[in-house]
């Protein structure tokens, strides 16, 4: 079973490095390797040539944003399964591929999603927040909630069927995705119970709350055009829950 994993990114010199040695050092090896570069002009470019050979296929042009340059990943990949893996994240040990694999190998389901660690931007030891999807229910999208996207991996056949990421949202076109996938399409899924990516803070869904008012009319806007009926009141009552996490950490 083949499987792809795209990275995409953008003036970011200072983190490439750590996502691209995270997905070399899988003891998988039926990886795909695919980088998706938006022009770099800060070094981004000349550290990803370094690899090679060892970078299946890589692409530094122009792009109309963040869920147009991974549609042009996906669109690029071959592997059976998909897997995306932002610049700044990195997998949290050598051996998270070869389990994914499995899981999809022993439970025959469309999609698999794990849990993620929030850390600190310069202390990839130092956890933040630990982002647990184990009670993830596709019902639970009404509120806000959903897997954490860079734990999500689905059979390629599943973006050609179903569709790729909507490039008209700013934030949350990832959110759209799982709800058309998982709630309005219902493609099967397993939960993988383990943490198998580290993801930087930081990242423009993650601060500021003009980011979180765009974020959560997002998500509004993906329930509805998804039949799945929510309002204000339902998505922001996730934030208590957030809070007690934060408090218990």
Same mark, same amino acid.
């Given at each position: ?17 750590? %996502? ?64 995306? #893996? ?17 899981? =999809? ?10 849990? #993620? ?5 310069? %202390? ?40 790729? =990421? ?10 759209? #995705? ?13 939960? #993988? ?57």
């Amino acid at each position: 079973m083949n499987i792809s994993i795209i990275t995409v990114v953008w003036n970011n010199k200072d983190t490439i490095r750590d %996502a691209i040695e995270s997905v070399l050092s899988q003891t998988y090896k039926n990886i795909e390797y695919i980088i998706i570069d938006g022009a770099s002009t800060d070094g981004t470019v000349e550290i990803i040539k370094c690899y090679g050979n060892e970078i299946s296929k890589f692409i530094s042009e122009p792009d109309n944003g963040l869920y147009d340059a991974m549609n042009k990943g996906i669109k690029l990949a071959t592997g059976d399964i998909i897997g995306i #893996l932002n610049s700044d994240d990195v997998y949290i040990n050598n051996q998270v591929i070869e389990k994914v694999v499995k899981v =999809f190998q022993e439970k025959k389901v469309d999609s698999v999603y794990a849990d #993620l660690v929030y850390v600190r931007p310069d %202390a990839l030891e130092n956890v933040v927040r630990h982002y647990d999807s184990s009670h993830f229910h596709p019902d639970k999208f009404a509120y806000g909630w959903m897997p954490a996207h860079p734990t999500f991996f689905v059979k390629r056949e599943m973006y050609k069927k179903y569709g790729y =990421f909507k490039t008209d949202y700013k934030i949350a076109a990832d959110y759209e #995705l799982l709800v058309r996938f998982l709630k309005k399409y219902k493609i099967s899924y397993y939960y #993988l119970n383990e943490i198998i990516v580290k993801m930087r803070t930081g990242g423009v869904s993650t601060s500021g709350l003009k980011s979180n008012y765009i974020l959560n009319k997002e998500i509004i806007q993906a329930c509805k055009e998804n039949g799945v009926s929510t309002n204000w009141i339902k998505v922001l009552s996730k934030y208590p829950t957030k809070l007690m996490g934060l408090i218990k950490k």
